[in-house]
């Protein structure tokens, strides 16, 4: 377009007291490219009018309007210099330069939207405004020793190239709609055809399309011993299906038995709380409606909350966000923390995994099935024998089989436990218990047995028996020993008496059970029975337990364990020993003494 000879015609062009070279018009340009690639006026028009928004001729009379026209409106050609092609980097202090030089020559008369701009800039590049000031003034001094119609030229290419890069607002800017607007600049740079073959290369092995399906496709044999060897929680994996846990970390979440292997590794590194809690995200995120509050505010007391159980470590900032989130939960509360804890996992125990020996053993356990050669009458007795495949419900119940299973094995927490028998008239929660169905639990802890059941479970059948005799006598009908059958043993992981047994300090928990009983008041800690008649100084007796309880409880609600191995002699010292009172707490490191009137 700008050759002398074959583009666009060009001439002279007088403004006011200065002639601009080489001015060409709009009805020119429209005319050239409707010659040039044989196309109508309008197609011509919009081409041209690209041209201008980009910055490739400039309008020398209204500069804000970058669209041409058809008619002897004067244009420009921009300098290669200025062209969008040589994609040089917009930077503020550029612009700050040229503001500073126009605000120079025009004595701080400057447009509205331009005087804004450079207060902004003045306010924000305050620490090397000097700098920008010195640089406008020296551009402005080189500027006045050129010729006039020479400065008045680069002015207008100046000014059009930053109309197009920082245009005024409430006009669209062409250059929003580039490809560094569409990408990150910053990212580096990827080729998608190496990309994709560099994934078929991958996974070629494990696409039916492109290999065999080992040991046979069960939809053209009508044997299923793929689909039992690839099963989501299946003992032994295939040697395929390990190797493919190696290709993302992504490939080993989505497999549960990749899943499974591992958060084993996990609990060996004592980091599996970071696995747990992106289960729990992904399943606040996927599940129902009705118990999203619910299971937040459950992830927030096992991971997040201060002293939690399975804590996990995200930075503050991350921690905030999060916290913050949970006063009005929602799915996606939680994917800050999700992504943290996603990315650590990725970057640190992933490839450790790899190494690990637990990732070995299971690709050496790894099974490899051969591939299955049937003849046409073996197909046709496996279309014969073949059966109808597990229901999904099927399915889904034994996965939720299987993670109540591994929620049953997972490990107790001493600690909580410790903490909770310290408190004092409250009721002690346990992980997990035998339920009885003589004393029912708390309506709000299902899972728990109340303090009395663990008493009594703590208590030996002896003692019980000798405790039924003595209640007899005084009136109370003696219950009859439960049949062989309905002897129930205790089922909890660490029970009472064996917990005490390791040294715990004297708590009135205990005490608390029964209203009748009370200290002397700031004078000992040593419990004593009511009535008058008892001795002053108990019987000197072996102890064969750390301590005893004995309540008054209505014999057809009692659970009789199994019994100890010194049941027999207890059973002969309660024999021998005259009434004991029935409501007492004795403990075997204090003997009973008068105080008071009141032991």
């Not at 040589?86 to 008369?109: F, H, M």
């Not at 410790?418 to 339920?435: I, Q, R, W, Y």
Request: glycine share 6%.
């Amino acid at each position: 377009m700008q050759d002398p000879k074959t583009g666009v015609k060009s001439q002279p062009q007088r403004l006011v007291i200065t002639t601009i070279p080489h001015a060409i018009t709009g009805e020119d340009i429209l005319s050239w490219l409707a010659d040039r690639f044989q196309i109508d006026t309008q197609e011509a028009r919009n081409f041209g009018s690209m041209l201008v928004a980009l910055g490739y001729i400039y309008p020398l009379q209204d500069h804000k309007r970058l669209v041409i026209k058809p008619d002897a409106s004067l244009y420009r050609f921009q300098t290669p210099y200025f062209w969008p092609t040589q994609q040089w980097p917009v930077e503020d202090t550029d612009y700050a330069i040229y503001l500073a030089k126009r605000n120079i020559r025009k004595k701080g008369i400057l447009e509205l939207h331009e005087q804004e701009q450079y207060n902004r800039l003045h306010k924000w590049m305050n620490h090397k405004w000097d700098f920008i000031v010195m640089q406008a003034k020296e551009q402005y001094r080189a500027a006045k020793e050129r010729k006039k119609p020479d400065r008045v030229v680069f002015d207008c290419q100046e000014r059009a190239y930053w109309v197009v890069h920082r245009p005024p607002p409430g006009t669209v800017s062409a250059m929003d709609y580039g490809l560094d607007r569409r990408i990150d600049p910053n990212a580096d740079e990827v080729c998608p055809t190496l990309s994709l073959v560099k994934y078929c290369a991958t996974y070629n092995g494990h696409d039916p399309f492109l290999s065999k399906c080992l040991p046979s496709n069960p939809w053209i044999t009508d044997d299923i011993t793929y689909w039992n060897l690839n099963m989501p929680n299946v003992e032994i994996p295939t040697k395929m299906r390990v190797e493919r846990w190696t290709f993302s970390f992504g490939e080993l979440l989505s497999d549960p038995r990749g899943r499974d292997d591992f958060r084993l590794f996990l609990k060996k590194e004592f980091s599996g709380e970071n696995l747990a809690f992106w289960e729990g995200c992904e399943d606040l995120k996927w599940g129902t409606a009705a118990t999203m509050r619910e299971k937040a505010e459950q992830i927030y007391k096992s991971f997040l909350a201060r002293g939690a159980p399975r804590w996990i470590n995200i930075d503050g900032k991350t921690m905030e966000i999060t916290v913050n989130g949970l006063k009005h939960p929602h799915r996606y509360v939680l994917d800050a923390a999700q992504t943290h804890i996603y990315m650590l996992m990725k970057k640190d125990s992933f490839g450790r995994y790899l190494k690990s020996p637990v990732f070995k053993d299971t690709l050496k356990k790894a099974v490899c099935p051969e591939e299955h050669k049937y003849s046409d009458a073996q197909l046709e007795q496996n279309a014969k024998n073949r059966r109808p495949s597990l229901s999904p419900i099927v399915l889904r119940q034994q996965e939720k089989e299987h993670r109540a299973k591994m929620a049953a094995n997972a490990p107790v927490d001493i600690t909580q436990v410790m903490s909770k028998l310290s408190k004092t008239g409250k009721e002690v929660d346990f992980p997990s218990a035998n339920a009885s169905p003589s004393l029912p639990f708390l309506a709000h802890s299902p899972a728990c047995p109340s303090p009395i059941s663990v008493a009594l479970d703590s208590t030996s059948a002896s003692e019980r028996r000798a405790e039924a005799g003595e209640g007899g006598a005084a009136g109370i009908p003696e219950a009859r020993a439960p049949a062989a059958g309905s002897v129930s043993r205790s089922c909890m992981p660490l029970s009472l008496r064996r917990l005490l047994k390791r040294g715990c300090t004297p708590s009135t928990m205990f005490a608390s059970l029964s209203p009748k009983y009370h200290s002397a008041a700031g004078t000992s800690s040593r419990i004593q029975p009511i009535s008058p008649d008892q001795p002053s100084q108990a019987p000197p007796r072996r102890i064969g337990n750390f301590f005893q309880i004995k309540v008054d409880i209505p014999p057809e609600c009692r659970i009789y364990p199994i019994e100890s191995e010194d049941e027999d002699e207890e059973e002969n010292r309660a024999a021998s020993r005259g009434g004991v009172g029935a409501k007492e707490i004795i403990c075997p490191w204090e003997s009973l003494t008068p105080q008071n009137g009141t032991g």
